[in-house]
């Protein structure tokens, strides 16, 4: 008799771990929100201090990328990349 499940009983656990794991979810999204403004201002910024960094503004983004090397922002890196290579691109 205490092996026969009873339909119901354990609906407010169920519910609690499900509220759990929803804010945990939107936790995550908003990290992973702020972690997308904060590439997509470092690429803004990227864009405005490599003409002004070096003489040639594809030397200072080398100079930008070379210092993403060493920070937590991998993603960052690839970006400024892309956008190296389109202001390549531009020029030929």
Known sequence: MLN??????FEE???????????????NDDLKE??????NYLVDA??????TIADDEIEGYNWII???KNSPFSEVESEIEITKALCFLKRK
């Open 4 to 9: 026969i499940e009873i339909p119901g009983l």
């Open 34 to 39: 702020r972690k997308r403004v904060a590439c």
């Open 66 to 68: 070379d210092m993403l």
């Open 13 to 27: 656990e169920e519910d609690d771990e499900l509220e759990e794991k929803k804010e945990n979810d939107d936790l």
């Open 46 to 51: 990227a864009k405005l201090i490599s003409p």
